[in-house]
């Protein structure tokens, strides 16, 4: 059974933020860190790590030091968001880990919230809340089915928690998701363990993803749950660029690969189709798609379904 108190629990501050960026766009960082330093928390009670992924021209510490956060900067030069986070996780010196990337901005009892949430609940060990998106461009109507995909989701007014080692809809977005210093841990020693598990999570023009769900997941690894935690609430910048087709169709791929992955990872393995049975299957899936989304917005959720089979496949 797992403990109540995350070890570290004497550490001066109650959160440790860690963001992690890459090439990030002035202003959009400049509003994220405006987010930050305006908690109704005190600022003593949490410090900001931001953890720069090769960024060109590298973030310089002097331009961000305006903004009287207790705040650092650390240089993780090997790329990828997963790396990133991992030496966010080596870096932080409190019990909850709280993760930001350079586009998404927590409201004003943004920490606030997640510090009563960990008073109430000491048995999650991962949870999230409702992500909005602040868009660049107003996204097509064919596209606002694929908002999930792209973070941005409300699973409602009602907190929700699971507490056995199975994909959920409201598991937690790796933006905004707030983590005990323990399950943090395990999730860096499971990757130290198994280094194949860093094909998982955006690296680049990769898209795949599953980093978000396998940090979720080691909380059950250790006897805790997951939740969602409605009063939790951010804002994602979103840019126009990322409702062009092509970057869509990809995106869902990514996202029917990686789910294949974690399970096969998480659960031991998922039934392997043959390739009449997967045909059969991707052709109703198809035309499920198109009915319920459309022929736009089908024919692109449809690749998560083509990104499944192909990854059970092998391919």
């Known amino acids: 059974m797992a403990t109540t108190e995350p070890q570290g ?3 001066a501050t109650q959160l440790s933020v860690v963001l992690c960026t890459l090439n990030p766009r002035a202003e959009v960082l400049s509003w994220v860190l405006e987010g930050v330093r305006n908690q109704s ?32 900067i650390v240089s993780e030069q090997e790329p990828g968001q997963i790396t990133a986070r991992v030496r966010g996780i ?4 409190s019990p909850y880990l709280l993760f930001l990337d350079d586009d998404t ?59 056995e080692d199975v994909t959920v809809p409201f598991e937690p977005i790796g933006a905004g ?6 399950v943090a841990e395990y999730y860096a ?15 680049g023009e990769d898209l795949l993803s599953g980093d978000d769900s396998l940090m979720a997941r080691s909380s059950y690894k250790l006897g805790f749950g997951c939740a969602y935690e409605p009063t939790l609430r951010m804002e994602h910048w979103v840019r126009a660029n990322r409702f062009a ?9 990514g996202h029917g690969r990686s789910y294949v992955r974690v399970e096969v990872l998480c659960t031991g393995g998922l039934a392997k189709p043959t390739w009449v049975r997967g045909i059969v299957t991707l052709a109703g899936a198809l035309l499920n798609r198109l009915r319920h989304s459309g022929v736009r917005g089908g024919w692109i959720e449809w690749h998560y379904d083509w990104g499944r089979l192909l990854e059970l496949k092998g391919l």
Request: overall charge positive.
């Open 9 to 11: 629990s004497t550490k």
């Open 41 to 72: 928390v005190p600022s003593d009670q949490f410090e900001v790590i931001i953890v720069d992924n090769q960024s060109r021209p590298p973030v310089d510490p002097e331009s961000w030091s305006r903004w009287g956060l207790n705040l650092r």
């Open 90 to 93: 080596a870096e932080a010196k």
């Open 105 to 163: 901005r927590p409201s004003s009892n943004y920490f606030e919230a997640a510090l009563a949430a960990i008073a109430r609940e000491p048995r999650i060990g991962c949870f999230g809340g409702a992500t909005h998106g602040r868009f660049e461009a107003p996204p097509p109507a064919w596209a606002k089915p694929l908002l999930p995909y792209l973070a941005v989701r409300d699973c409602g007014p009602e907190s929700l928690q699971n507490f």
């Open 177 to 182: 998701m707030v983590v005990r210093q323990d």
């Open 189 to 203: 020693d499971w990757l130290a363990r198994d280094t194949s598990l860093r094909q998982l999570g955006r690296r």
């Open 245 to 253: 087709p092509s970057y869509l169709r990809q995106l869902m791929l």
